[in-house]
């Protein structure tokens, strides 16, 4: 029997998707995909359901490079409501416990510096942590209180913008993976004596991938059709700007895309390193300025890890 003919066109590259608000991530790459029609799809971070920003789409291969915007730093803004704790640490959930107390600001600038830097933080309970193989968002559905342990994640930077009113107050942080905003305005609210959950939150950034170069599913949508939609993609590449580069030639690109690996010149090896201290994760490896293949560099040999079909 002959293999079956994909659905869809074989489109490749990165969509920065400024999300709507309460929309589901994967509800989002469903109808990106859709008005692409696309043959494969994937998103790089969930983006909760009732914030807005930056949800980057994989298409084709670019879906490859996932895991290096997955890894990449992101950046948040968003606003706490002090006095009323939440199931789901947002405004989605019921009340679980309130509070009087609302913190000032000398109050909230005196502990950001507690929730600064690596910290630990025990994710919500409605999270897309795996428990045995389930969810921990579809456990929480079914009314099951679940021991999430906690973890090491990084807070990058964090700022208290604005107090709008002695309720609620204004933040933008910057994360590494894994860090929930929704735990660390839970866990300030507590550190400041309160009760606390996110009312509003925008994703700014995710790695090279900014909000400002957004695009929303009815801009996507009124481009009228699929090939003219491809021109709001980026190139594969886009997400690999943080890896050194190795231009090479045919020959060289050849032997990468069947899997063997190939050999540089030791002016190009020297041009990688130069910059880089100490070991180097993965080399990009382009022809021409297109995407080749993401390889490890060992010595004057480039190693292929992931390669990317012309």
Known sequence: M????????????????????????TEAVSKAKWLLQAQKAGHAGTLDPLATGVLPIAFGEATKT????????????FTARWGAATATDDGE????????RRPTRAEIEDILERFTGEIEQVPPQFSAVKIAGE?????????????LEPRLVEIRSLRLLEQPDADTAVFEAVTGKGAYVRALVRDMARALGTQGHVCELRRLAVGPFEAAAGVTLATLDALGDPQARDAALL?????????????????????????????????????????EAGEIPAVLASMNGEAVAICELDGLKLKPVRVFNG
């Open 135 to 147: 969810r921990a968002y579809d456990l929480a559905r079914e009314g099951e209180t679940v021991a």
């Open 235 to 275: 190139p594969i590449d886009a997400a690999l700007g943080a890896l050194p580069q190795a231009a090479i030639g045919g020959p060289e690109a050849d032997k990468l895309r069947r899997g063997q690996a190939a050999v540089i010149s030791p002016a190009v090896a020297k041009g990688v390193r130069a910059g």
């Open 2 to 25: 002959g293999r079956r003919k994909k659905k869809g066109r074989p489109v490749s590259g990165w969509l920065i998707l400024d999300k709507d608000y309460d929309l589901g991530s």
């Open 66 to 77: 996932v895991p290096y915007v997955m890894a990449a730093e992101k950046r948040y803004r």
């Open 93 to 100: 959930g019921e009340i679980v416990a309130t509070s009087d």
